[in-house]
C-alpha cells in the first residue's frame, strides 16, 4: 500500500513560514517564472553536465547552451520562459561553466569512484524526506553552490541532513562534507567544521518540525490565516517567486 505520508524535499525545509503558505494556498496561480529562479534552474543544469564529466572523464560532455535547453526538462513551465530572460542568465551560467572546469582540473579527489544525482528516500513517522546530494563516496559529500564562498547556515543545514540520510538510508558514515562555491573569480573548497554540522542536523530536525506544523496549520486556517505566518523579511525576498502576493508584514 501507497504511503500518504507527505514527501518533503531537504531544501523545502527552512525559510520563510510566509512562502510555506503562499506554495500551498497559491500552487494554482499563474506566477511568472522568477528571473532568480529561472538562473538557478540553468546553472544546476550546467553543474549537472559538468558531473557527467566525472563519470566519463575521457569524453568531451556537450553542454547545449541553446534556448531552451537548460530549462527543459526541469518541471518549469518552460513556454513562459522568454529568450530574453534566458539570453539575460547567460553570462552568469557561462562564468559557472568556467569555474567548474577549472575546480575539474584542479580538484584532488577521487571523482570516479564517488556516486552522483544519487536521490534518496527516508521514511519517518511523519513524513518521507526526500534529497539528492551532488557527489558523495564512502567517507565524503560534496555540494556545488553557484554563489560566493559563504557558509550560510541553509548550507550547512542541507549538507547535515544529507550526511544523515546517507547513513540511514545506505549505512554511509562521511567523514567530511564540502562546498565548493563557483559563483567567483575562482572556484573555493569550503570543510564545514564538525561542530557546524553538529548544529546543522540540529537546526534541520527542528525546521523539519516547524515545517510539517506550518503545512498542517495552513490546512486549518486556509486564506484567512496568512498573517499568522511570519515573513522573514530578509535577503531571500529576492528570490521569492511569490514577493508580488506577500505584504511582507
Not at 141 to 164: C, H, N, P, T, V
Not at 212 to 231: A, R
Request: a negative charge.
Amino acid at each position: 500500500m501507497k504511503s500518504e505520508k507527505p514527501i518533503v524535499h531537504v531544501t523545502q525545509v527552512g525559510g520563510c513560514q510566509r512562502k510555506k503558505y503562499h506554495e500551498i494556498i497559491d500552487k494554482g496561480k499563474e506566477l511568472s517564472p522568477h528571473f532568480y529562479g529561472v538562473k538557478g534552474t540553468m546553472c544546476h543544469k550546467v553543474l549537472e553536465k559538468s558531473i557527467e564529466q566525472i563519470e566519463v572523464p575521457k569524453e568531451d560532455v556537450y553542454i547545449d547552451l541553446e534556448y531552451p535547453a537548460l530549462i527543459s526538462g526541469r518541471g518549469d513551465r518552460t513556454e513562459e520562459i522568454s529568450r530574453d530572460v534566458y539570453e539575460a542568465c547567460m553570462p552568469e551560467v557561462e562564468k559557472l561553466i568556467e569555474t567548474s572546469n577549472e575546480w575539474l582540473e584542479t580538484q584532488e579527489y577521487d571523482l570516479p569512484t564517488f556516486i552522483s544525482e544519487d536521490t534518496m528516500n527516508v521514511e519517518t513517522e511523519e513524513c518521507i524526506i526526500r534529497g539528492t546530494p551532488d557527489l558523495y563516496s564512502n567517507n565524503t559529500l560534496i555540494d556545488f553552490k553557484s554563489g560566493k564562498a559563504m557558509l550560510r547556515s541553509d548550507y550547512i543545514r542541507q549538507a547535515a541532513a544529507y550526511k544523515w540520510m546517507l547513513k540511514k538510508e545506505k549505512d554511509v558514515d562521511i567523514k567530511e562534507c564540502h562546498l565548493i562555491f563557483l559563483g567567483g573569480d575562482k572556484p573555493v573548497d569550503k570543510l564545514i567544521p564538525e561542530d557546524k554540522l553538529s548544529e546543522g542536523y540540529t537546526n534541520f530536525q527542528n525546521d523539519l518540525r516547524t515545517h510539517l506544523d506550518t503545512i498542517e496549520k495552513v490546512k486549518i486556517l486556509g486564506v484567512e490565516g496568512k498573517y499568522e505566518f511570519k515573513c522573514s523579511n530578509d535577503f531571500a525576498c529576492v528570490f521569492c517567486k511569490y514577493r508580488h502576493l506577500c505584504s511582507g508584514v
